[in-house]
């Protein structure tokens, strides 16, 4: 959508973690505008698509046709990995949050414009209602590798919020008794679908807490609060929680193993600020700001094919060049295989005696998350040795 709002449903968590974050926004050096990112530039892609399979009757029929008709933004292009990666789960997902919640076709509603005031508001990938007008379904898509919880989502909740509020849409919210929020977020890492519910007291709640949230953040003396919000935060580069954590850190004289549950927060704080100084450097340097010292230079260049059919269909005619020493075929993983047996009506159990699941290693996290504590192999092994 082109409407530009002050506050959206993707800074809700940031507008309620930290008041002080959009006065800070305000002050930081000019950014590029519409940088392109391929990552990024491809989940809007996968998102134009979704939006336009629902505007269709077909959408399972359709996203080949999208696929044969051929899609792209900002130089991302639909293919047929992505449309059995990411377009086929998506689809099943919604079909099957649909029919679980017996939702009315008739009235729901593709990517609707919301607001609460001309400063609140934003647009939501997909809203619909239980043909018993009971239960209303807030849904978004997310197509990163980055998973999204749908628990205490703020910003399907600000979604709500806008929804109920906006003359638009707050009818659907007159006999409702039950607000489904669904993320799906099709990738190898975890359920496809991700659901949680609040009632309407709940959606009052947050209301509260929300504007009560906007309110402060008008505030001139709201003052900065670091916390998983800070994530694409604008102002990071120069709030003064990363870079008092960043002077916090540069004191450090010595780390001892009793200091490191200190530390270890401290360090994932500077190294997100680290990470968002160079991104503001290199947006400088291409809006032509000099730093001193420091210039911009190109990738190293690699060589690609300019006319890969055409190369392909030499590569096949080639009387001396194998297939096998043209091309290379990797097997899906099982995750992937899965889910084109899926699409195919093959059963997967066949293939189960031949996966393990083998993890990769270690890697640290807090005492709270839910997967059981590794074992030291290290220190086990010295303990041996001894």
């Keep these: 959508m082109a409407t530009h709002f002050k506050y959206g449903g993707s800074t809700a968590a940031r507008t309620m973690g930290c008041p002080a974050w959009l006065r800070l926004a305000e002050t930081v050096p000019l950014v590029l505008d519409g940088g392109s990112n391929p990552a990024a530039d491809t989940g809007t892609m996968l998102h134009n698509c979704m939006e336009e399979l629902y505007s ?33 789960p998506a689809i099943d997902s919604v ?5 679980e919640l017996d939702l009315d ?4 509603y593709v990517e609707p414009l919301v607001k609460i005031d001309t400063d609140i508001g934003g647009s939501i990938d997909l809203i619909g209602i239980s043909k018993d007008k009971k239960t209303v ?12 919880s749908a628990e205490d989502n703020k910003q399907l909740k600000f979604y709500a919020l806008a929804a109920a509020t906006d003359p638009a849409t707050r009818e659907l919210f007159d006999a409702c008794d039950t607000i489904v929020m669904a993320i799906i977020q099709p990738n190898d890492d975890g359920a496809d679908l991700q659901v949680s519910e609040m009632s309407m007291d709940d959606l009052d709640t947050f209301e509260t807490e929300y504007l009560t949230a906007v309110d402060l953040s008008d505030e001139p003396t709201a003052q900065p609060k670091g916390g998983s919000w800070c994530r694409y935060c604008p102002a990071e580069a120069t709030c003064p929680v990363k870079t008092g954590a960043a002077l916090k850190a540069s004191r450090v004289n010595e780390i001892t193993s009793d200091k490191l549950a200190e530390y270890l927060p ?58 096998a020493d043209g091309f290379d075929y990797k097997l899906k993983s099982p995750a992937q295989l899965e889910k084109i047996c899926k699409e195919l009506g093959v059963d997967f159990k066949a293939y189960a005696p031949y996966i393990s699941s083998v993890s990769t290693g270690t890697t640290l996290a807090k005492e709270t998350d839910k997967r059981p504590a590794a074992l030291p192999i290290a220190g086990l092994e010295q303990l041996n040795q001894m």
């Design 95 to 99: 079909d099957d949050i649909w029919k």
């Design 137 to 148: 379904l807030i849904l978004d898509y997310k197509f990163g590798h980055v998973s999204v």
């Design 56 to 88: 269709l009757d077909s959408p399972i029929e359709a996203a080949e046709e999208l696929l044969d008709k051929g899609r792209e933004y900002k130089g991302q292009h639909l293919t047929q990995e992505l449309v059995n990666d990411k377009l086929n």
């Design 105 to 108: 076709l008739a009235h729901s």
């Design 266 to 323: 401290l360090a994932d704080e500077v190294i997100a600020w680290a990470k968002a100084v160079k991104k503001m450097a290199h947006e400088q340097l291409e809006l032509a700001t000099p730093i001193k010292g420091y210039k911009l230079v190109n990738k190293r260049a690699s060589r690609v094919w300019n006319d890969q059919n055409a190369v392909e269909n030499k590569v096949r005619k080639a009387k001396k060049i194998k297939l």
